[in-house]
């Protein structure tokens, strides 16, 4: 089992960074245009294009090496990914909804983490194992919305001005309700998880805390203030994943 971890965070690390490498070379013009991306490597022109193709494929070669060697089960769960990764960045260019692509791509790794751990989501049919993974995975799915349109926050001014579209953008001028529905939906799935696989005292306690959190940080996060929207995206995302993951690790623990 612990093998099994290191070889997730490794897998996660490295589709993380193909997939910032693929947005830096995508949003090179429009970072340009945006005050705190204007300095990233390509927007600056420390990197030629040409340099950031043939970085991104070695790492897609890494990506592929390292499942084919240590988890070949994961393979047909990859190119989805891969696509999303890929469609992510030119979302923004076309709906205010972006926040929805990238949150169905990083849930995604719900599935990759459960083959790695041995359990196949196309040979669970239409049980509740099944039905509280498709759960857990949409409650991700919200709280991706929730703490990358306060991200997006921080640079709304440039991104209007750049034509780069968002949720943030969108719904401005309601956005502390939206956010608190985001935040009621997220904490309705998970309940709906632990309700699917059994879940005991330690998940959902942990539910609770995650809820309390998501509250605090909407309710607290000044989203006119880019300091404020950096502190919640960063600290803000540690607690509540943090609620979550302990959630999770408590009811593993109750079942060894």
């Not at 309390?212 to 000044?222: C, G, K």
Request: with cysteine; glycine share 8%; net charge positive.
């Amino acid at each position: 089992m612990f093998f099994a971890n290191v070889k997730l965070f490794a897998l996660a690390f490295v589709i993380r960074s193909v997939g910032c490498t693929w947005n830096d070379i995508v949003d090179r013009e429009l970072d340009r245009k945006v005050a705190r991306c204007r300095n990233r490597p390509m927007a600056r022109g420390a990197l030629s294009l040409t340099a950031a193709y043939i970085f991104t494929a070695y790492q897609y070669l890494i990506l592929y090496t390292f499942l084919g060697c240590f988890s070949p089960q994961c393979l047909p769960y990859i190119p989805p990914l891969i696509a999303m990764g890929i469609f992510y960045p030119f979302a923004k260019r076309i709906t205010s909804y972006a926040q929805i692509v990238l949150g169905f791509t990083l849930s995604w790794g719900t599935l990759v983490g459960c083959v790695m751990m041995k359990v196949f989501p196309l040979e669970l049919g239409l049980s509740p194992s099944a039905m509280g993974l498709l759960a857990l995975s949409l409650a991700y799915v919200f709280w991706t919305i929730t703490y990358d349109t306060i991200y997006a926050f921080q640079d709304i001014k440039d991104d209007t001005h750049a034509g780069i579209m968002s949720m943030a953008i969108r719904h401005k001028n309601h956005i502390k309700p939206s956010l608190f529905v985001m935040s009621l939906i997220q904490t309705g799935f998970l309940v709906l998880t632990g309700v699917m696989i059994s879940a005991g005292p330690a998940f959902y306690t942990g539910v609770v805390g995650t809820a309390a959190l998501l509250v605090q940080m909407v309710a607290a996060v000044d989203v006119g203030k880019p300091s404020s929207c950096w502190w919640w995206f960063k600290y803000g995302a540690l607690l509540v994943g943090g609620s979550e993951f302990l959630s999770l690790l408590g009811e593993y623990l109750k079942r060894l």
